[in-house]
């Protein structure tokens, strides 16, 4: 099951770019949510969550924010990682190049509570 809510998300403001998000039924990633800004893989525990993904001209595989989420959580932490994201990140900047500048333990600090 997809977690709900994520299509009504409010954040605290606007993206500095835009996101594209990847869900995936299991390990294979076949949506290929790992190179996505937000990858949601489900697993027998929960879901794990990524971030920070790309597939254009420097690709990059999302890093692992948390895994074992229910629905609700993994909605929640989305929310919190794109409003750190939004608050953070410059303009224009893509949630890879700013994951290069910022990384993934400030971004679970900042994120995880």
Known sequence: MCPGGIGELVLDGPLPYKVKVGISGCRIC???SLMRDI?????KNG????????????PKVGEL???????DEAVE???????????TAKYNTRSARFM???????????VLE
């Open 47 to 58: 879901w794990r969550l990524s971030f920070g993904g790309n597939a254009a001209s420097k």
């Open 100 to 110: 290069e500048r910022f990384g993934i333990d400030e971004l679970r600090k900042n």
């Open 65 to 71: 924010v948390a895994d074992r989420l229910s629905d």
């Open 77 to 87: 932490l989305i929310r919190k990682t794109l409003n750190y994201y939004l608050k």
């Open 30 to 32: 076949c949506c290929e």
């Open 39 to 43: 990858g949601l893989i489900a697993e």
